[in-house]
Nanobody, 115 residues
Framework: QVQLVESGGGLVQAGGSLRLSCAAS????????MGWYRQAPGEQRELVAA???????NIANSVKGRFTISRDNAKNTVYLQMNGLKPEDTAVYYC?????????WGQGTQVTVSS
């Protein structure tokens, strides 16, 4: 079992920045990759960015060039740096860990971008 705790969401004006953090605990050695998904009201949950322990990243086209995902393996923490935020980035952001046994999810953190 992997437990995920997110932090860093909030309200920001368009063009602003936020950094989300996700700390993993539990069976961390089973983690294959970690990432961030988001879900806006009435929309499906979508991948934003993911990163493997070796540092290989996968970034959604909608945020490429604005968002960066990184990880600190010593702290078992993944970060999502979000720059140039747009109102359409407003959503609940969920941390995700893909493990050899399945998926774990954080509780979600709200990101709201005002125009």
């Amino acid at each position: 079992q992997v437990q995920l705790v997110e932090s860093g969401g909030g309200l920001v004006q368009a063009g602003g920045s936020l950094r989300l953090s996700c700390a993993a605990s539990g069976s961390r050695f089973t983690i294959v990759s970690m990432g961030w998904y988001r879900q806006a009201p009435g929309e499906q949950r979508e991948l934003v960015a993911a990163i493997t322990p070796g540092g290989t990243t996968n970034i959604a086209n909608s945020v490429k060039g604005r968002f960066t995902i990184s990880r600190d393996n010593a702290k078992n923490t993944v970060y999502l740096q979000m720059n140039g935020l747009k109102p359409e980035d407003t959503a609940v952001y969920y941390c995700n860990a893909a493990t050899i046994y399945g998926y774990s999810w954080g509780q979600g953190t709200q990101v709201t971008v005002s125009s």
